[in-house]
């Protein structure tokens, strides 16, 4: 008895001295060298093979077998990863193929293009970024990280930081706009939102920053086509929002389909090694777009899919996705000596990394949860964040006579046009783990606001079509309302990838039908949804309330409602330029000064020869410039002042402004500050984005708003491609958006 006694004391001493300090495990970097170490050729480069799955394609497959052959290209250790799915049960079962029956159980990465949501969708990014609200942006793609990794999902291709100065671009949709600055506090924002503190949190999920680089100037505006700029403009405007994203966190980045001066982005040895690993010191995992390794022998960069191979892997493309190069050519070119084997385990060690960071080694089932799927998913909460971000999105353009918002007096509303009770495309481009009858149409949204109010809806014409057949009985709806609702724009898949459109006004014969219901002399309110800027000369002119929707996602219609019976004052600033016509593109704020700037009057184009920069028969002006965007109250700026009028060295700058609601209703502005540096030993832009603050003023508010400069605002890329400030003149400019400014001159006397 005493024997089984110290037994069963020693046992239990064990096994509590073991529960309560378990063992250490060894550190990341040994456990990746110790499974290196025991990997073949051709499981290192299995590693680097991303295939899609079966549910969505977004892209030109090359695989054609059935899924179930998936099953062996796991057990063999030939595939990293499979991407576009989603199921915690499905995704449970490929990794349990994974774990227990490949080799070495290296586990999976499930990745998608989770762009504004997974299965709650929020506005399109371009709409997010309309709000200049960052913690809004920022709980955007926490919910879509919660959503998604409850479906299995542990990475996603996501965000799109690309610049576009160019709305003729159909991924305009995907970023932020035409800023720099805007587009770095938001590609930030993205990027903590969905990787949250700690990417081992089975609630949070991998970043992938993309496309690496100048992907959205693609000359004409035409997907995937050829990029070319100096590398001044390059370090200036869009390689700033990708830093930001990698300084957040970013897990990984994605190489662009473009070439860049040349050079194809995915082989390109100067932005990836020179500037992503060396300058940056980035150490995460590079993916490849959809085959856009293979695709440099179209570019005429590659001779052949092998040579391909060698060139992205030696720049640093770590992820072949979908085109089975590194898979079909690697392990000969390392046998033959034409790449060297440090470079494919370099990039091994990376992908292994990530794995480990996702805590899939020690928890490869977290991600396949069947409870938080059921009840985590278009919770009641992740609902009300997308409807708050939709009303924050949306920007008011015009509201003449303050048509807006809408009155217990209404008491006929006709809505009418395409997407006036329309599900589908509320949802917008890169949203297809979202179902379509989830979304709230205008019209059901309207009617839920419109109590006591009569509502008629009328079609009036096709997305796709210049038919007239359906004017009619619109002219009829709207002959008998009060006010009409048109609501216009594009649908889903007239912008996103593979989107461009070389006319951006309205599709179809949606503007003849606008032109016949004006005729009826009823009050009209344009909902304009869209990917980009659209061109809105002829609605800016003759519709006296147009409000900028965008593509809301899944309240959309309960969002637009709410703006417009005013239960929302709408405070969204474009994050873009809108053109008065077509052929101003690219368009955008931070253009630069000429040797013959026309400084005449640009409300009316002259007709006399003016040897000027300048259009003869449109102003150069944009329709509605960034920043710009109107509420339902007023809002005026007392004189901006500065703590200073020189500064020098490690001083900073103090500007103050007085800001006033000055109307009757409770609003957001956000006020934004500008400034221009007169003389550089490389030319500067007329105006840069620096600060802004969006505040919330109730009537007869007033508040004074502070910003401080210091030199590191004033830095740019000098003639000698340093960074830094120059002694000189400066202007500093406050206001409601980047037209309507105050200015105030300062000198920077020494650096």
């Known amino acids: 008895m005493k024997r089984l006694t110290s037994s069963i004391l020693l046992f239990s001493l064990t096994f509590f001295t073991s529960f309560s300090n378990p063992p250490k495990k060894e550190p990341i970097e040994k456990r990746i060298e110790d499974l290196l170490a025991k990997m073949t050729l051709e ?15 977004t892209g030109p497959t090359v695989r054609t077998a059935p899924s179930d052959k998936f099953n062996e290209g796991i057990r063999q250790g030939k595939i990293t990863g499979i991407f576009n799915i989603h199921g915690a049960a499905y995704i449970g079962k490929l990794q349990k193929l994974a774990v227990k029956e490949s080799r070495l159980g290296i586990p999976l990465l499930i990745g998608a293009d989770i762009i504004h949501g997974f299965k709650t969708i929020f506005p399109i990014p371009l709409g997010e970024a309309a709000s200049w609200d960052l913690a809004a942006i920022e709980n955007g793609a926490r919910v879509a990280a919660l959503e998604s990794t409850a479906g299995g999902i542990n990475l996603t291709f996501a965000p799109m930081v690309d610049i576009s100065r160019d709305s003729r671009w159909g991924r305009t949709a995907e970023g932020a706009g035409e800023d720099p600055y805007l587009g770095s506090l938001i590609a930030a924002a993205r990027v903590k939102g969905f990787q949250g503190k700690d990417l081992a949190d089975p609630r949070t999920m991998a970043a992938c920053v993309k496309h690496f680089v100048a992907y959205g100037a693609a000359e004409a505006g035409r997907d995937y086509n050829t990029t070319d700029m100096s590398e001044h403009l390059l370090r200036e405007v869009y390689l700033p929002p990708f830093k930001a994203a990698l300084e957040a966190g970013s897990a990984t980045l994605m190489s662009a389909f473009n070439e860049l001066n ?3 982005a995915t082989g390109n040895m100067f932005t990836m090694q020179q500037i992503l690993r060396k300058e940056w010191g980035f150490k995460g995992a590079v993916i490849s777009d959809w085959q856009n390794i293979t695709e440099m022998v179209n570019h005429g960069y590659s001779k052949d899919h092998a040579q391909a191979a060698a060139q992205a892997l030696k720049a640093g493309t770590d992820v ?8 079909n050519f690697v392990p000969q070119l390392v046998k033959s000596g034409q790449l060297e084997q440090s470079i494919l385990d370099e990039s091994v060690r990376r992908v292994l990394w990530l794995k480990f960071k996702l805590g899939l080694f020690d928890k490869p089932y977290q991600y396949s949860d069947t409870r938080r799927e059921k009840n985590e998913i278009r919770s009641r909460e992740n609902l009300a964040a997308a409807f708050d971000m939709a009303r924050k999105s949306m920007v008011l353009l015009k509201n003449q006579g303050n048509l807006l918002p809408l009155t217990a007096n209404v008491k006929r509303i006709a809505v009418i046009g395409p997407l006036g009770n329309n599900k589908a495309d509320m949802n917008g481009t890169w949203s297809f783990f979202g179902e379509e009858q989830h979304a709230v149409s205008f019209l059901e949204g309207i009617r839920k606001y419109a109590k006591g109010a009569e509502v008629t809806y009328a079609q009036g014409c096709d997305l796709y079509s210049n038919s007239t057949a359906l004017f009619t009985e619109a002219v009829a709806a709207a002959q008998k309302a009060d006010v009409v609702i048109m609501a216009l724009g594009e649908s889903a898949v007239m912008n996103g990838e593979g989107a461009s459109r070389a006319d951006i006004g309205l599709p179809g014969n949606q503007l003849d039908l606008v032109k016949e219901i004006h005729k009826t002399g009823k009050p009209m309110v344009a909902l304009v949804s869209s990917g980009r800027a659209l061109e809105l000369t002829w609605l800016d002119q003759n519709v006296p309330a147009i409000l900028a929707t965008w593509s809301l996602g899944s309240e959309a219609g309960n969002a637009v409602a709410s703006v417009l019976y005013g239960e929302y004052n709408p405070a969204g600033k474009l994050p873009l330029s809108f053109p008065r016509a077509v052929g101003q593109l690219p368009l955008y704020y931070n253009y630069k000064s000429t040797g013959r700037m026309y400084e005449g009057n640009h409300s009316e184009p002259g007709s006399e020869r003016v040897y000027k920069s300048r259009y003869r028969d449109v102003p150069n002006t944009p329709l509605y410039p960034f920043g710009y965007g109107l509420s339902y109250t007023t809002f005026s700026y007392g004189a901006p002042r500065l703590s200073k009028n020189s500064i020098s060295g490690n001083e900073s700058l103090t500007v103050t402004v007085e800001v006033t609601n000055t109307g009757k209703l409770t609003g957001e502005e956000v006020v934004q500050l500008y400034l221009r540096d007169l003389v550089g030993s ?9 600060k802004f603050q969006k505040l919330s003023f109730a009537p007869g508010e007033k508040k004074t708003v502070t910003f401080t400069l210091t030199t590191d605002d004033l830095s740019f890329w000098r003639q000698d491609m340093t960074f830094g400030p120059e002694p000189g003149q400066f202007k500093v400019m406050v ?10 001159p300062f000198t920077l006397t020494s650096i």
């Open 43 to 57: 499981e290192k480069v299995g590693q680097l093979n991303f295939v899609v799955g079966d549910l969505f394609n």
């Open 262 to 264: 040349g050079v194809p």
């Open 320 to 327: 072949d996705m979908m085109g089975e190069a590194y898979l």
């Open 735 to 744: 206001g409601g958006n980047s037209r309507d400014v105050q200015e105030l």
């Open 682 to 690: 490389t030319t500067r832009p007329v105006q840069q984005l620096k």
